[in-house]
């Protein structure tokens, strides 16, 4: 089992920046995935940033350029640096984990950590 904690949210000013912490801990062997997924009011629950077990990232569109995902080296902890923060980045951030083990998939949710840029 996977548990996993946000944290570094906050209120910040367009144009600002944050960076997002995701800790994991338990059978983290077995997480081939993880993501920063995050959700806005009234709006479906969209992907950030994800990384694989190699190492390879995608981005969606809205976060190119501005948006970096990383992971330290005992893959325990997964950050999220947003640059150039926009109005429109705020939502509820959720830090996501695949695992898989003994032949089942499992998704792992935090508890989200809020984002809100306004001036």
């Known amino acids: 089992q996977v548990q996993l904690v946000e944290s570094g949210g906050g209120l910040e000013q367009p144009g600002g920046s944050l960076r997002l912490s995701c800790a994991a801990s338990?059978?983290?062997?077995?997480?081939?995935?993880m993501g920063w997924y995050r959700q806005a009011p009234g709006k479906q629950r969209e992907l950030v940033a994800d990384i694989s077990n190699g190492g390879s990232t995608n981005y969606a569109d809205s976060v190119k350029g501005r948006f970096t995902i990383s992971r330290d080296s005992a893959k325990k902890n997964v950050y999220l640096q947003m640059n150039s923060l926009k109005p429109e980045d705020t939502a509820v951030y959720f830090c996501n984990a695949k695992s898989w083990d003994s032949g089942f998939i499992a998704n792992f949710w935090g508890q989200g950590t809020q984002v809100t840029v306004s001036s």
């Open positions: 338990g059978t983290i062997f077995s997480i081939y995935y």
